[in-house]
Antibody
Framework: EVQLLESGGGLVQPGGSLRLSCAASGFTFSSYAMTWVRQAPGKGLEWVSGITGSGGSTYYADSVKGRFTISRDSSKNTLYLQMNSLRAEDTAVYYC?????????????WGLGTLVTVSS | EIVMTQSPATLSVSPGERATLSCRASQSVSSKLAWYQQKPGQAPRLLIYGASTRATGIPARFSGSGSGTEFTLTISSLQSEDFAVYYCQKYDNWPPSFGPGTKVDIK
């Protein structure tokens, strides 16, 4: 059974940093692209960042480009999202997703999400 | 950048009735279109990909159609568990953006 377990969310001040992790199990991690999707309170889904199965290509939404970094460690079956220079508008539930192919979406498995709150 | 729109924003349907949801892309995305269902307090779930292919375990009452810029998700006979928010997502290239969603609620 595919499982994705996010961690690392919490309360952080504007301008601060946070690193999210997503522990994956139940599939061959390096064979699939992975994605971070976020959802602000009461709002819709926003694609944030993606990384190919090999880790060789990474992609970012304009809203986070230059501030967020996605990475993966196949030895630990773990996906990461390093978030720097956080803003109030980054407040959201962040979902880790497994994509159906090694190149990208759609996302066929989602974690439960981790809440990031940016506030002073 | 391609913009995704969905209509209507809210759809009120009685159990057992048919629901038809629309998704439109500002430019052609070929058949690279997925639909997701999200229930309150839960993570989204993939329903349809490739515009018309049901994901694993998805009931046959869910069907997708369309290509290019116009897409439709049809729920043939709404069950109580189908009342939720539905999002479309294009994934022809980066960024794989989502539509704003359609909420299906009980009439």
């Amino acid at each position: 059974e595919v499982q994705l377990l996010e961690s690392g969310g919490g309360l952080v001040q504007p301008g601060g940093s946070l690193r999210l992790s997503c522990a994956a199990s139940g599939f061959t991690f390096s064979s699939y692209a992975m994605t971070w999707v976020r959802q602000a309170p009461g709002k819709g889904l926003e694609w944030v960042s993606g990384i190919t199965g090999s880790g060789g290509s990474t992609y970012y939404a304009d809203s986070v480009k230059g501030r967020f970094t996605i990475s993966r460690d196949s030895s630990k079956n773990t996906l990461y999202l390093q978030m720097n220079s956080l803003r109030a508008e980054d407040t959201a539930v962040y979902y880790c997703t497994k994509d159906k192919s090694p190149l990208g979406p759609p996302s066929d498995c989602w974690g439960l999400g981790t809440l990031v709150t940016v506030s002073s | 950048e391609i913009v995704m729109t969905q209509s209507p924003a809210t759809l009120s349907v009685s159990p057992g009735e048919r629901a038809t949801l629309s998704c439109r892309a500002s430019q052609s995305v070929s058949s690279k279109l997925a639909w997701y269902q999200q229930k309150p307090g839960q993570a989204p779930r993939l329903l349809i990909y490739g515009a018309s292919t049901r994901a694993t375990g998805i009931p046959a009452r869910f069907s997708g159609s369309g290509s290019g810029t116009e897409f439709t998700l049809t729920i043939s006979s709404l069950q109580s568990e189908d009342f939720a928010v539905y999002y479309c997502q294009k994934y022809d290239n980066w960024p794989p953006s989502f539509g704003p969603g359609t909420k299906v609620d009980i009439k």
